[in-house]
């Protein structure tokens, strides 16, 4: 049974459905149905995206039915419980966990239930103290020295044994290199689902289910995703999207050692890390950026925005249409496939803002473009614009800077 | 070597564009493409072939027009393609796909008894642009149970079942090696793709694709489509369009000074200390 | 417009432009200026199986011909017609060999050419010897079962960087130009050496340089077809690369009008862009008129050709002049629409006009063209024919 369907005879023919439908999935070309001359909608199966979109519009005819069945879930009554994923290595706790911990914190408002930590590694405990301090209520802990910082395989088997045995029923990582490996081979182990990218996260005030909402075609438009049947509730959050936690005055948490797990063998194997300092890192972390699009126009131009970045002891970032040029290496790239940063400010120089850069940079605290189209998209979201050539308004910007006038 | 290469038919979303008003996409005109990532992972199975040996086979779980992407794929150097195809797997969420992926992996692979069938090494891109997750590889390597590893910028050699690779972290990189078969993602580093060749272009246009259901591919439909999703998406909506602040316009010394002037009056600064 | 190619023919055209775009306009203003020889596009070109288009299926080729290659040069001129030149001369270098070879030969040089692994040259001119190349004074004197070549080629594309060269020389001076052979040498081949490469005014991403014969001994198997024969192999030889030089040009002119065109709207004076201009609307249809033409004739030459019609000489001279003449016309006229802009080398046009100015000189100069379609008509006229 297909599981959406039209029913023919409650169709009038309105045309509302079409126009709610983003996929471009539902056309008027079916038999006339209940008005006379109006032919009845069609759903491209292979473009629906089962949204409901359509169904929503359809409220007063109700011609469209969706069935939504899911294979069987966990007992869902059984799971209580906001967890996240500690994420550590070479000797710290990854920078996007006190924003989830924060995450899960706003989350225990609505739920009033305890926020856990999932803490396995060697030598973590040295972590116990920093998660309490966030308001973490208990840490579950898994200390051992056969366990490597990049084991991520015994890793990943042991969060999942915790999970099947404290049943949270959420469980939230950072959408880091890392947990975006890790989260979804645990939730293949536990067969549960996991939304990458949230961008928001809260409590659905009816049913009490984790509303997941995340960019989808390359930022264009935004999806709300439900795990309605299934346990825990998984999603990622990437680093620089949440507020970080407030320290808690009197942290009261716990921390349960969990040895009766047993810790499998790695099939990996650990060989070395090479650091690389790139300003990948500085790009993240920095208070000011300056990036650079197509409007550079010529690799050579870079000096300039390296300039301005001087300038304001700032970092360097790029639009992908300047990194698929090879203009400048991937580590610069700031959207939607690249960097999600939160500067103090952001100076966006011959970018013309599309959605998916956007994605990247719109939380943060002030928006500068330099564009020379009065049209640009970026004008929209920037907190001031300057329309003109970049090329003489960042020389002149340099020099004003400088010369502290 | 036995090299599955998984790819993603894609719009391409660096074009995709919103109809201010009926805020729907619009999707005309917006091509179909090879997900950019996985078009390096097609260039290293075949360079992995050109050095060791063996054949590249690439797949796709899609509708009949995926079938596209697939030959694009022969003409870059694959050596077969099969598209998997059934109304069964419409509304597969990542859980679902991977799931689907595996089965067929399995299947291609011929050998019931050895893990992932008999395959050595399965690639894919790290991440496909329409849904950006990255969660298929993990997923695919999970149901195989064998090893995976992410963000791959480099494989350094393959040797008696041994592969050792390095692996792109926030802060530089790790080398590690892990027992074939693995899955491995792949970052845009590892390598430049070659263009298509005109013998693989002839070879692509005469290639049989041959149509994969979830019947061929052994699979337990409870586990396929909408019903082996767990996440469901329940809304869409176009997000709200931010509204501008203040543009300056005129020669570069009046806006840059006026410019400067505002920040400061806001009691902002961004002159390096 | 449609010139109705099949799908094959389209394929490689296709083909052709993706790696114009994506390979060659990036580094088009950067090899102009360092004149450093493309060998990265070359291999591109290799490994994209391009040299295969225009030699037979038995040496590992696709099995096209002449419009086939006219195609791939059209779509790399568009972009570069300086590194569009390193392919384009290997096929002037290889047609002798398609044309005049052995089976010995054939096996030796062309899958190695179609497989991009070596490329071609080919070395008719010298100091005393442009138009009138009967005046050549390059020897292969003939010792037991060798040749032993002398003399100096001058302003050969791909010298120093072709593997094979297609050598005319006298192998029996007092004959005169029947007294010409054709040869083939392979670089590095002890007595023969390349003089400086030339500092040009556009094309600039081709390598020209002098060929330097002292004592340069080669085997007799390296004749190609017979003594006696070289005038023939060199004009047959040119006959058939002429709507390369055309199709060359025609890259040239297509991409200079399409910058014109793009920038005419861009450009805004008194409150329009200039495109609303007549003045300017009729520059660009006379130049999009004289493009196509000169694309029909390239087109009609190099089908003529492939077709083993006995009499191309006319056909592919009118190509190659009206093709040179409408590039030189184009660029110039490009230039004039970008104004100051088109002037500066920022901006691609005055490039592209430096390149047109050689498809007017090279491979038979646009006066020698003239005359053999002159002498063409004239002939026929005396025959009584229509």
């Known amino acids: 049974m297909d599981p959406i369907r039209v029913i023919v005879q409650n169709c009038v023919g309105c045309n509302l459905c079409v126009k709610a439908c983003a996929y471009d999935a539902i056309a008027l070309t079916g038999p006339v149905g209940a008005r006379e001359g109006k032919p009845t909608a069609v759903i491209d199966l292979v473009k629906c995206t089962l949204c409901g979109a359509c169904a929503e519009a359809c409220k007063r005819y109700k011609a469209i039915v969706i069935t939504r069945t899911t294979f069987k879930g966990q007992d869902v009554k059984a799971y209580a419980g906001i967890c996240v994923f500690a994420e550590h290595r070479r000797g710290k706790l990854a920078s996007v966990v006190p924003e989830i911990i924060g995450a899960a914190r706003e989350l225990q408002k609505e739920l009033s239930a305890p926020v856990s930590a999932i803490l396995v590694g060697n030598g973590v405990r040295g972590y116990t103290e920093e998660l309490r301090s966030y308001g973490v209520d208990e840490v579950w802990m898994i200390d051992d020295p056969s366990i490597g910082d990049f084991d991520e395989d015994v890793q990943a088997e042991l969060v999942a044994q915790i999970l099947m045995e404290k049943k949270p029923e959420i469980f939230l990582g950072g959408g880091t290199v890392v947990g975006r490996s890790l989260l979804p081979r645990v939730a293949a182990k536990i067969l549960t689902g996991l939304t990458a990218d949230c961008t928001e996260l809260s409590i659905d005030p009816s049913t009490m289910f984790l509303r997941q909402t995340r960019p989808a075609f390359g930022g264009n438009i935004m999806a709300t995703i439900l795990t309605q049947n299934h346990r825990p509730q998984m999603a990622t959050v990437r680093h620089k999207v949440m507020k970080p936690a407030d320290r808690v005055g009197n942290p009261s948490g716990k921390v349960l050692e969990l040895t009766h797990i047993p810790v499998p063998t790695s099939k990996l194997e650990f060989l070395e890390f090479v650091e690389e300092k790139t300003s990948t890192v500085n790009l993240v972390e920095a208070d000011v950026i300056v990036s650079g699009g197509r409007g550079i126009k010529d690799p050579k131009n870079f000096a300039l925005i390296e300039k301005l970045a001087l300038a304001t002891g700032g970092a360097v970032g790029a639009s992908r249409a300047a990194v698929d040029a090879g203009w400048i290496p991937y580590s610069h790239q700031v959207g939607q496939t690249g960097k999600t940063v939160k500067p103090k400010v952001y100076i966006a120089c011959g970018i013309s803002g599309a959605i998916q850069h956007l994605a990247g940079m719109k939380g943060s605290d002030m928006i500068v473009a330099i564009n020379s189209d009065p049209n640009a998209p970026i004008f929209d979201v920037a907190h001031f614009g300057i329309v003109g050539d970049l090329f003489q308004v960042i020389p002149e910007l340099v020099k004003q800077l400088e010369n502290g006038t | ?273 | 417009m449609n010139y109705f190619l099949t799908d094959d023919q389209k394929m490689i055209k296709d083909l052709a432009a993706q790696i114009a775009r994506e390979k060659i306009a990036p580094i088009a203003a950067e090899l102009d200026e360092s004149q450093e020889f493309p060998w990265d596009v070359v291999k591109t070109l290799a490994q994209s199986d391009l040299f295969r288009v225009f030699i037979p299926s038995e040496y590992e080729g696709l099995g096209g011909g002449m419009f086939e290659m006219c195609l791939v040069v059209e779509e790399l001129s568009r972009a570069c017609s300086g590194i569009a030149l390193a392919y384009a001369a290997s096929g002037l270098g290889t047609i002798p060999i398609i044309l005049f070879g052995n089976e010995e030969q054939k096996k030796k040089y062309l899958p190695r050419l179609a497989a991009g692994e070596i490329l071609a040259a080919f070395a008719l001119t010298e100091p005393g010897a442009g138009s009138d190349a009967a005046g050549i004074k390059t020897t292969a004197k003939p010792d037991g079962d060798s040749f032993v070549i002398n003399g100096t080629k001058q302003w050969i594309t791909n010298g120093g960087e072709a593997s094979i060269y297609t050598v005319i020389g006298l192998t029996d001076p007092e004959r005169g130009v029947r007294g010409s052979s054709a040869i083939l040498v392979d670089k590095d081949h002890p007595g023969f050496t390349f003089g400086k490469k030339e500092n040009k005014m556009g094309i600039r991403a081709s390598a020209t340089r002098e060929l330097v014969f002292q004592d340069c001994r080669v085997p007799r198997t390296s004749l190609l077809a017979k003594e006696g024969m070289g005038f023939l192999v060199a004009m047959k030889t040119l006959d058939q690369s002429r709507p390369g030089v055309a199709s060359q040009a025609l890259g040239i002119a297509q991409g200079a009008m399409d910058k014109a065109v793009e920038y005419s709207r861009e450009r805004h004076q008194f409150g329009k862009p200039i495109s609303a201009f007549q003045g300017i609307q009729f520059m660009l249809a006379d130049m999009a008129t004289q493009v196509e033409a000169a694309r029909a004739l390239t087109y009609a030459a190099a089908r003529s050709i492939d077709a083993g019609e006995k009499d191309v000489s006319r056909l592919s001279a009118m190509a190659k002049v009206f093709a040179s003449d409408t590039a030189m016309k184009v660029t110039t006229d490009a230039v004039q629409v970008l104004g100051g802009y088109g002037y500066m080398k920022e901006y691609p046009v005055e490039k592209m006009m430096r390149d047109a100015k050689i498809t007017q000189i090279y491979e038979g100069t646009n006066q020698i063209q003239r005359e053999v379609i002159a002498l063409g008509l004239i002939k026929e006229s005396v025959r009584g024919k229509r």
């Open chain 2, 1 to 273: 070597m036995k090299i599955i290469i998984c790819i993603k038919q894609v719009p391409d979303t660096t074009n995709v564009r919103i109809n201010p008003e009926t805020n729907t996409l619009v999707r005309e005109g917006v091509q179909s493409i090879i997900n950019p990532f996985d078009v390096y992972a097609i260039e290293e199975g075949v360079r992995l072939k050109e050095k060791y040996g063996g054949t590249v086979t690439v797949i796709t779980m899609g509708p009949p027009q995926a079938a596209e992407a697939l030959r694009e794929s022969i003409s870059l150097g694959a050596d077969a393609a099969y598209l998997v195809s059934d109304r069964a797997f419409a509304g597969a969420d990542t859980l679902a796909t991977a799931y689907a992926l595996a089965c067929a992996v399995k299947k291609l692979g011929g050998d019931a008894a050895a893990p992932a069938g008999g395959i050595d090494v399965i690639l894919m891109g790290r991440q496909a642009i329409d849904g950006d997750t990255g969660q298929v590889g993990p997923g695919v390597a999970e149901n195989l149970d064998i090893s995976h590893v992410t963000d791959i910028r480099r494989i350094e050699e393959i040797a008696d079942g041994r592969i050792v690779v390095e692996r792109l972290l926030e802060e530089g990189y790790a080398r590690i090696a892990a027992r074939l078969p693995v899955v491995l993602t792949v970052v845009k580093e590892i390598n430049t793709p070659r263009l298509p060749s005109l013998k693989g272009k002839l070879a692509a246009r005469k290639a049989e694709i041959p149509v994969l259901k979830a019947v061929d591919i052994g699979a337990d439909t409870e586990r396929l489509g909408l019903n082996g999703s767990p996440t469901q998406v329940m809304k869409i909506f176009t997000p709200p369009k931010p509204g501008g602040g203040k543009k300056f316009t005129g020669e570069p010394a009046q806006t840059v000074g006026a410019f400067l002037s505002e920040l400061t009056a806001a009691g902002i600064t961004i002159r390096k200390r």
